[in-house]
């Protein structure tokens, strides 16, 4: 089971840019801790948690500007991490892959279909889809039911602290690749099972 942003794309980079620059520009206030509280939650938590740093606008139009935004970056160029595609082709060739992500679904269908990814994963769930976001287990727990899998039997890969934490609350296996620029809290990385550097080292093998 996949996370999308920070594992398969290297998008927080533009997330926090995107959204940095909508909150300056709309009269909103940036916090120190603002881009790690956005991590995982999803498109109507994000939206409202904008809004409520001052920005003048209502949460569903905020989410729209955004993601519009997201999709005109995604459009030119999207930021694909090493190893992504290798990793998801050589995994799909030998078990079921699933994807849950905290992208709205305009996004993720963006970058699998520029990617040429779409076919590898038996179901993706936006936390759009689901009623709470990332930390909480929704996401995670929806791809598995679509996948008609036992949450237990599945292996997570994830990056960021609310990822982490998610996945573990589903009751995964949860494989670490933490983000250089954005690693995530001490606590969240303990509960991960195995912690490797990148995706060049997830292997069949090393889900088992």
Request: glycine fraction near 8%.
């Amino acid at each position: 089971m996949f996370d999308l942003d920070g594992v398969l794309v290297d998008s927080e980079p533009v997330w926090e840019e995107v959204r940095r620059a909508f909150v300056a520009d709309h009269g909103g206030t940036w916090q120190p801790d603002t881009q790690s509280r956005l991590m995982g939650m999803s498109t109507p938590e994000w939206a409202a948690y904008l809004h409520e740093l001052g920005v003048r606008m209502a949460p569903d139009d905020i989410a729209r500007g955004v993601v519009e935004q997201m999709a005109a970056h995604y459009r030119d160029e999207v930021p694909l991490m090493p190893g992504a595609v290798e990793a998801v082709r050589r995994l799909s060739e030998q078990i079921t892959l699933g994807l849950a992500s905290s992208s709205p679904r305009r996004l993720i269908d963006v970058v699998l279909d520029a990617a040429e990814l779409k076919g590898c994963f038996a179901a993706t769930v936006s936390t759009e889809e689901v009623p709470r976001g990332k930390p909480a287990p929704d996401g995670y727990l929806e791809a598995a039911r679509r996948m008609e899998v036992d949450p237990r039997g599945c292996v997570a890969v994830e990056d960021s602290s609310n990822g982490l934490r998610s996945a573990h609350a589903a009751g995964m296996r949860v494989i670490a690749v933490p983000h250089p620029h954005y690693p995530p809290a001490p606590d969240a990385l303990a509960l991960a099972w195995r912690v490797v550097p990148d995706l060049g080292a997830l292997t069949v093998e090393s889900l088992g």
